[in-house]
Protein backbone atom coordinates (compact mmCIF):
# COMPACT_ATOMS: atom_id res chain seq x y z
CA UNK A 1 0.00 0.00 0.00
CA UNK A 2 1.08 3.40 -0.96
CA UNK A 3 0.13 4.88 2.29
CA UNK A 4 2.05 1.68 4.65
CA UNK A 5 5.18 2.44 2.06
CA UNK A 6 5.22 6.44 3.49
CA UNK A 7 4.93 5.50 6.76
CA UNK A 8 7.92 3.15 6.32
CA UNK A 9 10.14 5.46 4.92
CA UNK A 10 13.12 6.43 7.07
CA UNK A 11 14.10 9.68 8.24
CA UNK A 12 17.25 11.07 10.19
CA UNK A 13 15.28 13.43 12.92
CA UNK A 14 12.41 12.28 14.62
CA UNK A 15 10.15 15.53 13.50
CA UNK A 16 9.91 17.66 10.05
CA UNK A 17 7.98 21.16 10.86
CA UNK A 18 4.39 21.08 9.19
CA UNK A 19 4.47 16.99 9.14
CA UNK A 20 3.49 14.42 10.54
CA UNK A 21 5.23 11.49 12.34
CA UNK A 22 3.91 8.34 12.98
CA UNK A 23 4.49 6.54 16.17
CA UNK A 24 2.40 2.83 15.26
CA UNK A 25 5.94 1.25 14.87
CA UNK A 26 8.92 0.00 16.68
CA UNK A 27 10.52 3.96 15.95
CA UNK A 28 9.05 7.17 15.05
CA UNK A 29 8.34 7.60 11.11
CA UNK A 30 8.11 11.10 9.70
CA UNK A 31 4.97 11.01 7.40
CA UNK A 32 2.17 12.81 5.40
CA UNK A 33 -1.30 13.02 6.19
CA UNK A 34 -2.30 11.23 3.44
CA UNK A 35 -0.69 8.09 4.71
CA UNK A 36 -1.51 8.98 8.24
CA UNK A 37 -5.33 9.79 8.40
CA UNK A 38 -6.67 7.23 6.17
CA UNK A 39 -5.20 4.61 8.21
CA UNK A 40 -6.85 5.80 11.33
CA UNK A 41 -10.10 7.21 10.34
CA UNK A 42 -12.28 3.80 10.88
CA UNK A 43 -11.49 4.08 14.20
CA UNK A 44 -14.34 5.03 16.76
CA UNK A 45 -12.86 7.90 18.72
CA UNK A 46 -10.21 9.87 17.68
CA UNK A 47 -8.60 12.36 20.37
CA UNK A 48 -7.43 15.39 19.45
CA UNK A 49 -5.10 17.31 21.65
CA UNK A 50 -4.22 20.26 22.30
CA UNK A 51 -2.49 23.10 24.88
CA UNK A 52 -5.06 25.39 25.79
CA UNK A 53 -3.37 28.75 25.36
CA UNK A 54 -1.33 27.49 22.12
CA UNK A 55 -3.50 28.90 18.85
CA UNK A 56 -1.77 27.13 16.36
CA UNK A 57 -2.73 23.95 18.17
CA UNK A 58 -6.76 25.01 17.29
CA UNK A 59 -5.70 25.77 13.96
CA UNK A 60 -4.16 22.16 13.63
CA UNK A 61 -6.74 20.65 15.23
CA UNK A 62 -9.78 22.31 12.72
CA UNK A 63 -7.41 21.07 9.36
CA UNK A 64 -7.25 17.61 11.05
CA UNK A 65 -11.46 17.74 11.94
CA UNK A 66 -11.77 18.88 8.30
CA UNK A 67 -9.52 16.34 6.94
CA UNK A 68 -11.59 13.56 9.06
CA UNK A 69 -14.95 14.46 8.16
CA UNK A 70 -13.81 14.24 4.27
CA UNK A 71 -13.47 10.63 4.90
CA UNK A 72 -16.47 10.29 7.50
CA UNK A 73 -19.02 12.68 7.14
CA UNK A 74 -20.65 11.05 9.97
CA UNK A 75 -18.83 13.18 13.07
CA UNK A 76 -19.73 14.32 16.43
CA UNK A 77 -17.12 16.18 17.93
CA UNK A 78 -16.79 16.42 21.72
CA UNK A 79 -15.16 19.50 23.77
CA UNK A 80 -13.45 19.82 27.19
CA UNK A 81 -14.08 23.13 26.99
CA UNK A 82 -17.74 22.58 28.10
CA UNK A 83 -20.16 21.05 31.17
CA UNK A 84 -22.46 19.20 30.43
CA UNK A 85 -25.19 21.97 31.54
CA UNK A 86 -24.49 23.92 28.56
CA UNK A 87 -25.30 20.73 26.39
CA UNK A 88 -28.86 22.62 25.14
CA UNK A 89 -26.64 25.40 23.85
CA UNK A 90 -24.00 23.87 21.59
CA UNK A 91 -27.45 22.50 20.26
CA UNK A 92 -28.71 25.55 19.43
CA UNK A 93 -25.62 27.30 18.32
CA UNK A 94 -25.27 23.90 16.07
CA UNK A 95 -28.84 24.75 14.46
CA UNK A 96 -27.76 28.62 14.39
CA UNK A 97 -29.81 29.33 16.44
CA UNK A 98 -27.52 31.88 18.25
CA UNK A 99 -25.09 34.38 17.01
CA UNK A 100 -21.14 34.25 18.13
CA UNK A 101 -21.76 36.44 21.22
CA UNK A 102 -24.98 34.39 22.19
CA UNK A 103 -23.66 31.36 22.33
CA UNK A 104 -19.94 32.46 24.23
CA UNK A 105 -22.51 34.68 26.26
CA UNK A 106 -24.74 31.07 27.06
CA UNK A 107 -22.19 29.22 27.42
CA UNK A 108 -19.99 31.21 30.50
CA UNK A 109 -17.24 31.00 28.18
CA UNK A 110 -15.07 33.42 30.13
CA UNK A 111 -16.04 31.94 33.55
CA UNK A 112 -15.77 28.68 32.78
CA UNK A 113 -12.76 28.20 30.58
CA UNK A 114 -11.16 31.66 30.06
CA UNK A 115 -9.07 30.56 27.44
CA UNK A 116 -9.48 33.35 24.32
CA UNK A 117 -12.54 32.56 22.59
CA UNK A 118 -10.67 33.50 18.97
CA UNK A 119 -8.76 29.99 19.15
CA UNK A 120 -11.74 28.18 19.37
CA UNK A 121 -14.22 29.69 17.59
CA UNK A 122 -13.04 28.36 13.91
CA UNK A 123 -14.07 25.14 15.66
CA UNK A 124 -17.56 26.11 16.51
CA UNK A 125 -17.97 27.44 13.06
CA UNK A 126 -16.94 24.56 11.19
CA UNK A 127 -19.55 22.70 13.77
CA UNK A 128 -22.08 24.65 12.85
CA UNK A 129 -21.62 24.96 9.23
CA UNK A 130 -21.17 21.58 8.61
CA UNK A 131 -24.05 20.56 10.89
CA UNK A 132 -21.67 18.61 13.49
CA UNK A 133 -23.31 17.46 16.92
CA UNK A 134 -20.94 19.19 19.69
CA UNK A 135 -21.02 17.42 22.54
CA UNK A 136 -19.65 18.75 26.43
CA UNK A 137 -17.62 16.37 27.40
CA UNK A 138 -17.02 17.95 31.02
CA UNK A 139 -18.35 18.18 34.49
CA UNK A 140 -18.80 21.36 36.57
CA UNK A 141 -15.11 21.89 38.27
CA UNK A 142 -16.41 22.07 42.01
CA UNK A 143 -16.97 18.47 41.62
CA UNK A 144 -13.18 17.86 40.69
CA UNK A 145 -12.29 20.69 43.10
CA UNK A 146 -13.98 18.87 45.59
CA UNK A 147 -12.91 15.06 45.00
CA UNK A 148 -9.20 16.78 45.42
CA UNK A 149 -9.52 18.54 48.31
CA UNK A 150 -11.92 15.96 50.06
CA UNK A 151 -11.66 12.75 48.98
CA UNK A 152 -14.02 10.89 45.93
CA UNK A 153 -15.99 9.38 49.47
CA UNK A 154 -17.32 12.53 50.58
CA UNK A 155 -19.25 13.17 47.10
CA UNK A 156 -22.93 11.61 47.12
CA UNK A 157 -23.86 10.11 44.04
CA UNK A 158 -26.00 13.08 43.59
CA UNK A 159 -23.05 15.33 42.70
CA UNK A 160 -21.27 13.42 40.78
CA UNK A 161 -23.74 13.98 37.99
CA UNK A 162 -23.88 10.40 36.88
CA UNK A 163 -19.81 10.03 36.33
CA UNK A 164 -19.09 6.37 37.59
CA UNK A 165 -15.87 4.94 39.34
CA UNK A 166 -13.10 5.34 37.49
CA UNK A 167 -10.89 2.39 36.49
CA UNK A 168 -7.68 2.51 38.28
CA UNK A 169 -4.79 4.46 36.34
CA UNK A 170 -1.89 2.77 35.16
CA UNK A 171 1.47 3.18 37.25
CA UNK A 172 2.96 5.19 34.69
CA UNK A 173 -0.01 7.58 34.35
CA UNK A 174 0.54 7.83 38.69
CA UNK A 175 4.31 8.61 38.38
CA UNK A 176 2.96 11.55 35.89
CA UNK A 177 0.68 12.56 38.32
CA UNK A 178 3.08 12.47 41.32
CA UNK A 179 5.40 14.55 39.70
CA UNK A 180 2.66 17.05 38.56
CA UNK A 181 1.34 17.09 42.84
CA UNK A 182 4.81 17.85 43.51
CA UNK A 183 4.91 20.94 41.72
CA UNK A 184 1.59 21.89 42.97
CA UNK A 185 2.89 21.55 46.39
CA UNK A 186 6.25 23.73 45.54
CA UNK A 187 3.58 26.24 44.39
CA UNK A 188 1.89 26.16 47.37
CA UNK A 189 5.67 27.06 49.27
CA UNK A 190 5.96 23.06 50.47
CA UNK A 191 9.15 21.15 49.85
CA UNK A 192 8.43 19.07 46.74
CA UNK A 193 10.60 16.51 48.26
CA UNK A 194 8.42 15.95 51.20
CA UNK A 195 5.69 15.27 49.40
CA UNK A 196 4.61 11.50 49.83
CA UNK A 197 2.46 8.88 47.90
CA UNK A 198 0.67 7.87 50.92
CA UNK A 199 -0.50 11.61 51.77
CA UNK A 200 -3.82 11.54 51.49
CA UNK A 201 -3.54 14.83 49.42
CA UNK A 202 -2.12 12.43 46.93
CA UNK A 203 -4.31 10.15 46.52
CA UNK A 204 -7.04 12.67 46.43
CA UNK A 205 -5.42 14.39 43.30
CA UNK A 206 -5.40 11.05 41.71
CA UNK A 207 -8.70 10.57 41.60
CA UNK A 208 -10.18 13.69 40.92
CA UNK A 209 -7.86 13.27 37.79
CA UNK A 210 -9.00 10.16 37.38
CA UNK A 211 -12.94 11.25 37.96
CA UNK A 212 -12.13 13.61 35.26
CA UNK A 213 -10.99 11.63 32.64
CA UNK A 214 -13.91 9.00 33.30
CA UNK A 215 -16.29 11.89 32.99
CA UNK A 216 -14.98 12.62 29.40
CA UNK A 217 -14.73 9.32 28.20
CA UNK A 218 -18.35 7.97 29.36
CA UNK A 219 -19.64 11.50 27.54
CA UNK A 220 -17.66 9.72 24.35
CA UNK A 221 -18.37 6.37 24.63
CA UNK A 222 -22.01 7.56 25.23
CA UNK A 223 -22.67 8.86 21.74
CA UNK A 224 -21.39 5.03 20.59
CA UNK A 225 -23.95 2.91 22.27
CA UNK A 226 -26.68 1.36 20.64
CA UNK A 227 -29.95 3.51 20.25
CA UNK A 228 -28.01 7.53 20.25
CA UNK A 229 -28.37 7.32 16.56
CA UNK A 230 -25.69 5.69 14.50
CA UNK A 231 -21.99 5.04 14.99
CA UNK A 232 -20.36 8.32 13.80
CA UNK A 233 -16.77 8.78 14.29
CA UNK A 234 -16.20 10.45 17.86
CA UNK A 235 -13.83 13.52 17.79
CA UNK A 236 -12.63 14.40 20.98
CA UNK A 237 -10.50 18.35 21.28
CA UNK A 238 -9.17 17.55 24.70
CA UNK A 239 -6.24 18.79 26.48
CA UNK A 240 -3.04 16.42 25.88
CA UNK A 241 -2.69 15.77 29.60
CA UNK A 242 -5.26 13.91 29.64
CA UNK A 243 -4.36 11.68 26.33
CA UNK A 244 -0.66 11.31 26.38
CA UNK A 245 1.03 7.61 26.26
CA UNK A 246 -2.70 6.03 26.30
CA UNK A 247 -3.80 7.30 30.13
CA UNK A 248 -6.04 9.18 31.26
CA UNK A 249 -9.22 9.55 28.43
CA UNK A 250 -7.87 6.75 26.63
CA UNK A 251 -7.57 4.67 29.46
CA UNK A 252 -11.14 4.62 30.46
CA UNK A 253 -12.38 4.31 27.17
CA UNK A 254 -11.08 0.71 26.98
CA UNK A 255 -12.25 0.14 30.45
CA UNK A 256 -16.08 0.97 29.14
CA UNK A 257 -15.47 -0.94 26.22
CA UNK A 258 -14.23 1.29 23.73
CA UNK A 259 -11.32 -0.15 22.06
CA UNK A 260 -11.21 1.48 18.55
CA UNK A 261 -9.39 4.68 19.85
CA UNK A 262 -6.24 6.81 18.48
CA UNK A 263 -4.85 9.69 20.07
CA UNK A 264 -3.31 12.51 18.19
CA UNK A 265 -1.04 15.10 19.45
CA UNK A 266 0.13 18.30 18.34
CA UNK A 267 3.84 18.49 19.55
CA UNK A 268 6.04 21.89 19.37
CA UNK A 269 8.83 21.34 16.68
CA UNK A 270 11.71 21.74 19.34
CA UNK A 271 10.27 18.54 21.20
CA UNK A 272 13.66 16.47 22.42
CA UNK A 273 13.45 12.92 20.23
CA UNK A 274 13.77 11.00 23.44
CA UNK A 275 10.23 12.30 23.72
CA UNK A 276 9.23 11.27 20.67
CA UNK A 277 8.53 7.72 21.00
CA UNK A 278 5.91 4.96 20.56
CA UNK A 279 3.18 5.16 23.00
CA UNK A 280 2.84 8.54 23.26
CA UNK A 281 0.50 8.65 20.60
CA UNK A 282 -0.77 6.92 17.63
CA UNK A 283 0.68 9.96 15.43
CA UNK A 284 2.30 13.41 16.48
CA UNK A 285 2.18 16.99 14.20
CA UNK A 286 5.32 18.83 14.69
CA UNK A 287 3.96 22.34 15.26
CA UNK A 288 6.74 25.01 13.27
CA UNK A 289 7.71 27.62 15.35
CA UNK A 290 6.09 31.18 14.79
CA UNK A 291 7.37 34.73 15.22
CA UNK A 292 4.61 36.38 17.26
CA UNK A 293 2.65 39.29 14.47
CA UNK A 294 1.81 41.34 18.20
CA UNK A 295 2.59 41.21 21.86
CA UNK A 296 0.66 38.60 23.48
CA UNK A 297 -1.73 40.02 25.97
CA UNK A 298 -0.69 39.33 29.72
CA UNK A 299 -1.27 36.06 31.27
CA UNK A 300 -0.68 35.62 34.90
CA UNK A 301 -0.47 32.06 34.43
CA UNK A 302 -3.25 30.22 37.00
CA UNK A 303 -6.49 28.46 36.63
CA UNK A 304 -9.10 29.90 38.19
CA UNK A 305 -12.57 29.14 39.72
CA UNK A 306 -15.55 30.85 41.25
CA UNK A 307 -17.42 30.41 44.57
CA UNK A 308 -19.18 33.16 46.94
CA UNK A 309 -16.72 33.67 48.48
CA UNK A 310 -14.43 35.03 45.67
CA UNK A 311 -12.43 34.02 42.86
CA UNK A 312 -10.16 30.88 43.56
CA UNK A 313 -6.53 30.27 42.77
CA UNK A 314 -6.70 26.20 41.66
CA UNK A 315 -3.46 26.27 40.46
CA UNK A 316 0.23 28.69 39.76
CA UNK A 317 2.09 27.88 36.82
CA UNK A 318 5.68 27.46 37.70
CA UNK A 319 7.96 30.50 36.82
CA UNK A 320 4.98 32.82 35.53
CA UNK A 321 3.87 36.10 36.69
CA UNK A 322 1.62 34.88 39.07
CA UNK A 323 4.23 32.93 40.98
CA UNK A 324 6.84 35.35 41.07
CA UNK A 325 4.14 37.91 42.56
CA UNK A 326 3.16 35.54 45.40
CA UNK A 327 0.41 33.47 44.46
CA UNK A 328 -0.06 29.97 45.45
CA UNK A 329 -3.11 27.46 44.93
CA UNK A 330 -5.79 27.59 47.19
CA UNK A 331 -5.47 31.64 47.18
CA UNK A 332 -8.93 33.37 46.92
CA UNK A 333 -8.47 36.84 44.94
CA UNK A 334 -11.37 39.12 46.57
CA UNK A 335 -10.41 42.76 45.78
CA UNK A 336 -8.42 43.93 42.19
CA UNK A 337 -6.86 47.78 42.53
CA UNK A 338 -9.31 48.39 45.54
CA UNK A 339 -12.54 46.91 43.60
CA UNK A 340 -14.51 44.23 45.52
CA UNK A 341 -14.62 41.03 42.86
CA UNK A 342 -16.38 37.42 42.70
CA UNK A 343 -16.50 36.71 39.07
CA UNK A 344 -13.79 34.54 37.25
CA UNK A 345 -14.57 36.73 33.77
CA UNK A 346 -13.98 39.95 35.86
CA UNK A 347 -10.41 39.23 36.76
CA UNK A 348 -9.59 37.55 33.27
CA UNK A 349 -10.91 41.08 31.58
CA UNK A 350 -8.50 43.14 33.84
CA UNK A 351 -5.72 40.89 33.24
CA UNK A 352 -6.22 41.30 29.84
CA UNK A 353 -6.36 45.40 29.59
CA UNK A 354 -3.83 46.01 32.10
CA UNK A 355 -1.06 48.02 30.06
CA UNK A 356 2.72 46.37 30.01
CA UNK A 357 4.70 48.34 32.57
CA UNK A 358 2.19 48.65 35.49
CA UNK A 359 1.46 47.55 38.43
CA UNK A 360 -1.75 45.81 39.20
CA UNK A 361 -2.77 45.47 43.21
CA UNK A 362 -4.46 42.56 44.52
CA UNK A 363 -6.07 41.54 48.03
CA UNK A 364 -6.17 37.68 48.62
CA UNK A 365 -7.69 35.94 51.25
CA UNK A 366 -4.62 32.72 51.93
CA UNK A 367 -6.43 30.67 55.13
CA UNK A 368 -7.60 33.28 57.46
CA UNK A 369 -4.88 35.85 56.61
CA UNK A 370 -5.86 38.89 54.24
CA UNK A 371 -2.72 39.68 52.33
CA UNK A 372 -1.91 42.08 49.81
CA UNK A 373 0.18 41.01 46.69
CA UNK A 374 1.61 43.29 43.10
CA UNK A 375 1.90 42.02 40.00
CA UNK A 376 4.15 43.66 37.62
CA UNK A 377 3.66 43.74 34.27
CA UNK A 378 6.95 44.02 32.53
CA UNK A 379 7.45 46.08 30.11
CA UNK A 380 7.16 45.35 25.93
CA UNK A 381 10.54 45.48 25.00
Same mark, same amino acid.
Given at each position: MAADADIASAASVCLKAGTWTWLGGE? !???????? %???????? $??????EQHDKADDHRWQLQTVAALQAL *?? $? +?? #?GFEAFPRRVQPVLDRWVAGELTPAEFLQQVQWNEVWGMPA? &????????????? #???? /???????? #?? =? #????? %?? =? %????EREGVSRPAAPPADYVDMLFESHREHARS *?????? @? =??????? &??? &???? @?? =????? +??EA??? *????????????????????? *??????AHQLRDLGVTSVATLLPVPIGTACDDIRPGLADAVFAVPAQAAA? !??? !?????????????????DVS???? /??????RA???????????????????????? @?? /???????RIKRDSELLELLVRFPARG
Open positions: T !PRISGASA %VLPRLADR $DVILLG *RP $D +MV #IE &FYMPLFEFARLNR #IPML /ALNVERKL #IR =T #IASKG %VD =T %VGNA *RGRDGA @Q =TSRSDSA &FRN &FVDA @QA =TWDRA +MALAR *RLAPGSGGRPLVVGIIGSGHL *RHGHGVR !PEP !PRLGVSLSESERGVHVAPGSL /AERSGFGDVIVELAGSPVNKVASVIAAIRD @QP /AGTWLPL
